[in-house]
């Protein structure tokens, strides 16, 4: 377990995850046959190179979720009860087969729960690709649990 508990979390604070993620054309088309999206800007070469970017861009729903997947080792990996919500997704720039991902979080808000047993962090992600091009960002917002109970 490396995440943190909700008294280690610091408004303010940037945790850059070292992890990143080159995807290939396999992770884009397995996200989009396990979620059923079959949209051709994902998947038909020939249909994307006729559009504005020319070929074709990797699925955003799969993109932010390697970003949520990259954060969890230095944020909430083994430390959350739940995540609460995803807000204010945007994919500014699009992502293609061979691009390589990767994340960084920001601390936002943290405030404890009504009963002070947890707490609930807000934390901003940002995924970049390799040449620093932000497209991804969000906000997650996750119930964490507080050291002093996490055993209990």
Do not use: W
């Not at 979390?9 to 995850?17: A, K, M, N, R």
């Not at 964490?144 to 996490?150: D, F, Q, T, V």
């Amino acid at each position: 377990m490396t995440g943190r508990y909700y008294e280690e979390f610091e408004v303010g604070e940037t945790i850059e995850h070292p992890r990143t993620r080159t995807i290939s054309e396999a992770d884009n088309q397995r996200f989009c046959d396990m979620t059923m999206n079959q949209q051709p800007l994902h998947l038909d070469a020939k249909h994307a190179a006729g559009t504005d970017f020319g070929e074709r861009v990797v699925n955003g729903l799969y993109t932010m979720s390697l970003a949520v997947g990259m954060t969890i080792p230095e944020t909430t990996d083994g430390t959350i009860v739940a995540n609460l919500s995803y807000d204010g997704v945007e994919h500014p720039n699009p992502v293609f087969h061979g691009d390589t991902v990767g994340a960084e979080t920001t601390v936002t808000d943290r405030r404890e729960t009504s009963d002070g047993e947890r707490g609930v962090v807000t934390m901003h992600v940002t995924a970049r690709k390799q040449d620093g091009t932000v497209v991804c960002e969000f906000d997650r917002t996750a119930l964490s649990l507080k050291r002093e109970h996490a055993t209990e």
